[in-house]
């Protein structure tokens, strides 16, 4: 199966920076969209930015400008690199892949979600 896992959240003051990182890993055969959520407590899970494997972004209104998404495609990871950082940023963000991967008998697409790191920005 695949495995995504999240690193890089923690407190910062507000207008700090934070990485995220999310690696994916087992039998992969290929990643196509790579993809960053956040769920505030009591709140549903939203869109923060996404990436093709060609490299075309999206990002929400509320990020464009403060963060940027990247890829790097040899080390199947994703990358959140959150600047000028809000209270209202603070949440649990999980990563989002969509992935062919090998099942022991054939390439199966699936996605998968990391288990999420807290980020949380102080006023």
């Known amino acids: 199966q695949v495995q995504l896992v999240e690193s890089g959240g923690g407190l910062v003051q507000a207008g700090g920076s934070l990485r995220l990182s999310c690696a994916a890993s087992?039998?992969?055969?290929?990643?196509?969209?790579m993809a960053w959520y956040r769920q505030e407590a009591g709140n549903q899970r939203e869109h923060v930015a996404h990436?093709?494997?060609?490299?075309?972004?999206n990002y929400a209104d509320s990020v464009k400008g403060r963060f940027t998404i990247s890829r790097d495609n040899d080390e199947n990871t994703v990358y959140l690199e959150m600047n000028s950082l809000k209270p209202e940023d603070t949440a649990v963000y999980y990563c989002n892949a969509g992935v062919t991967y090998y099942s022991g008998t054939d390439d199966v697409f699936d996605t998968f979600w990391g288990q999420g790191t807290q980020v949380t920005v102080s006023s």
């Open positions: 990436i093709s494997l060609g490299g075309s972004t």
């Open positions: 087992g039998n992969i055969r290929r990643i196509s969209n």
